[in-house]
């Protein structure tokens, strides 16, 4: 199920797909994933944003909070800890850079108030800790107040038309947007740090999502030549789907296919909100009882689990009250469900990318014969998965880059790794890596 695209917004391109091959969940396991934002390298966003957005929203009583009593800092030390947690219990997501964050300084050239040396040492923390088990997104360039791309300044002006989270994108074109997005890009490559998507920060964009899907896939694509682009803006936790947006598809049978995936959220940030004092608790996620809660409601759906946090809240002002949350939210899942799996955002937008946009034919055959199914795929996509009715004895896949792989026999579908199958007496789940380009899938019913 695909939820609903904004007006203005365009699917693109869809392919033939044979009603009787379902392409289901990658190893037919429920994706899980964490979303962090407002993070970046040692600058704690909340202590200096929450001026900039008082003296753009003065009356906001949200805005007059004592920041000033709060660490400017989240230290590596903690970086590291919760890098190193997650790493022991599989956890994978999104890991925001804020390029310029706050307008403190460049990510890329120097932090005034730590020394270079403080500011390599986090980006090298980031690069061998967090990486490859989390994408790296920039939340625009300062989050906070809108740079002179020409200059690398924030506008003179005031107020919340010069604010990125707000009205400044009102407006923009796809080609202005794509400059914005493009120079913070560039910031976190000059950085050293890879990058297939971004996040946007508060309302930016929210009045130009089409101009903001597009610019996505020309920056992204521009700077760092990612083949599939991937924004996160959105989040539900309501009755909405929220399995991921597969947008403006095209030139599916070229050597040069493209789209954008819009990846989506499904809880809002109930460790410790956005700035450290908002105190969550993990029975929203999941009961102790493991009965309830949003991260159940999502997963018994078969849809990605996704979850979304601010890094000032997980750290929550040095008691790490977030953090605790979270631990907890991670080890209740893990009890319930077994059958889950950790993602990036990036692998979750490449698999809906290949689920959606590769054609899938069967082949007549004649009596006795082996089924065949063709795949004709833009991207490549490994653990792809696929359920047709009937117990099969035996698979393998043909295709020019890979050649032929024989497929094990599993005895059960929470077994399934690439190259194996899983039969029943009515149904066969196929799991194995996907070419791009042609292949063949071969199964035998005897």
């Excluded at 994408?135 to 906070?144: G, K, L, R, S, Y």
């Amino acid at each position: 199920m695909t939820g609903p695209l904004l007006a203005g917004q365009t699917q693109g391109e869809r392919p033939q797909q044979d009603a009787a091959v379902q392409v289901i969940n990658p190893s037919s396991r429920v994706p899980l994933s964490f979303i962090i934002d407002d993070s970046t390298c040692l600058v704690n966003l909340a202590y200096y944003a929450m001026p900039q957005f008082s003296a753009a929203w003065p009356d906001r009583v949200d805005y007059q909070k004592s920041w000033w009593t709060w660490p400017r800092e989240i230290p590596d030390a903690f970086v590291r800890k919760f890098g190193e947690w997650c790493a022991e219990h599989g956890v994978r997501g999104k890991y925001s850079v804020v390029p310029q964050p706050a307008c403190v300084g460049w990510v890329d050239r120097e932090m005034p108030g730590w020394s270079s040396r403080q500011l390599d040492e986090s980006l090298e923390l980031i690069r061998t800790l967090l990486l490859p088990a989390w994408d790296i997104h920039p939340e625009m360039a300062t989050h906070t107040r809108v740079i002179d791309t020409r200059t690398g300044r924030p506008y003179p002006e005031r107020g919340p038309r010069w604010m990125e989270n707000w009205s400044w994108t009102d407006g923009k074109s796809v080609d202005e947007l794509t400059d914005y997005l493009s120079y913070s890009l560039s910031i976190l490559k000059n950085a050293g740090l890879p990058c297939e998507g971004v996040t946007t920060p508060g309302g930016f964009a929210g009045r130009v999502v089409p101009e903001l899907a597009q610019a996505t896939l020309a920056s992204v694509r521009g700077v760092y030549g990612a083949e599939i682009p991937h924004y996160f803006k959105f989040l539900y936790t309501g009755e909405e789907s929220v399995v991921p947006r597969v947008e403006y598809a095209k030139g599916l049978r070229t050597s040069v296919p493209e789209c954008v995936v819009s990846v989506i959220g499904c809880t809002g940030d109930w460790f410790g909100g956005w700035d450290g004092t908002e105190p969550g608790h993990p029975d929203q996620f999941i009961t102790e009882d493991l009965q309830a809660g949003r991260m159940v409601e999502v997963i018994d759906r078969g849809e990605p689990a996704i979850m979304v946090c601010h890094w000032p809240g997980i750290y929550y002002n040095g008691t790490e009250h977030g953090f605790q949350v979270f631990k907890t939210v991670v080890e209740r899942v893990h009890r319930r469900y077994d059958n889950v799996v950790w993602m990036k955002l990036s692998e979750i937008a490449r698999y809906w990318a290949a689920k959606e946009l590769t054609t899938i034919e069967r082949l007549p055959k004649s009596s006795g014969a082996m089924l065949q199914i063709r795949f004709s795929a833009p991207f490549a996509c490994p653990q792809f998965t696929i359920r047709i009715d009937g117990e099969i004895k035996s698979a393998w896949i043909e295709s020019t880059e890979g050649g032929r792989m024989v497929f094990d026999g599993v005895s059960s579908k929470l077994k399934l790794i690439s190259h194996t199958y899983a039969a029943s007496r009515t149904e066969s789940i196929c799991c194995f890596d996907l070419s791009k380009g042609e292949s063949v899938l071969m199964v035998g019913f005897s």
